[in-house]
């Protein structure tokens, strides 16, 4: 909002980390000509902020920690990637991480006290009861409507209604909301839901920023076989720059820093030091220059779950 001077008051920001998928909001707001009632931010909001850089963040974790590339491996359900799929071939560091300036959710359950069973499929989860953080985020709640609308292909009448989620009422038995992808895990953690979609960067840095709660979330939880989960990716959350406290050549060195830093040692003499991750507690290696193309990629998913409502959830158990 300080960006867009939505308050009536010139812009007063010159860079922000933005969510990518408020981004792509705006574009598809833009592209049909709308402005979503109640809202602060003008409609033009994307015209005034340039993306320019996106952190690379190494999600290995997720696979020693709650095993879910194996899941995804494992699984014997062929579930096509969602179509608005941004993939970003680069995914090797210069460590030698798995990682790339995209990220995706991870569908996770609690560790079953038999070991050797096989993790669950989405088909086997309906019914179940889902924690659900906001309606309008992406990466625990539109992505979930969207893969349930793979799964209930050509029933779509089921999805009518005002709900906040058509999709996830009429696939689960009960929809929790939680507030927050921490507030969802601790629900499944708690047994008090069946499953959760939790932004894979979140997740991430739970089983990163301490060992003692690393080993707290890896002894309860586990990642759920859903292989649209491994193939879907999207970009990261952008660092945008505004056009109109900043010239184009401003926006570009400011761009070029960004994805220079990584190569700067403590003395910032970058023929010196080797590369270094920027923060080992929340696993960003580096950042890379991006552009406004994956961000408007993402204005398809708004298309297709267009017709449901956003904002009531009233009717849900919180």
Sequence with gaps: RSMTGSDGQAPAVDLAAMCGVELGRHYFDRAVGRARPGSEIPSDAALLC??????????????????????????????PPPEFTVVDDERTTH????SSAWYTSVLVTRRPSASGEAPPTLE????????V????????CMLMRLLVRQVMMGDDAAFSGSSAWPELDAYFGTVRVSGSHKASLELVMAGEADCALIDAAVLTAELTADA?????????????AVPALEAA???????VASRERLCPYARGSIQRALAEM????????????????????????????????PYRVLAAAFEELQP???????????
């Design 50 to 79: 340039q993306p320019i850089a996106a952190p690379v963040v190494d999600f290995s974790p997720l696979s020693a920690g709650v095993g879910f590339r194996a899941a995804q491996r494992k699984a014997n359900v062929l579930t």
């Design 95 to 98: 460590d030698g991480t798995e």
């Design 124 to 131: 086997q989860l309906k019914g179940k009861t889902f924690a």
């Design 133 to 140: 953080n906001e309606a309008a985020s992406w990466s625990g």
């Design 212 to 224: 003692a709660r690393a080993k707290e979330v890896t002894a309860t939880i586990r990642a759920a």
């Design 233 to 239: 990716r999207w970009p990261m959350p952008p660092i």
């Design 262 to 293: 990584h190569r700067h040692g403590v003395d910032d003499d970058a023929s010196k030091a080797a590369p270094q991750r920027l923060s080992d507690s929340q696993s960003i290696v580096r950042f890379v220059a991006v552009g406004a193309a």
């Design 308 to 318: 449901a409502a956003t904002e009531d959830v009233s009717a849900h158990e919180t």
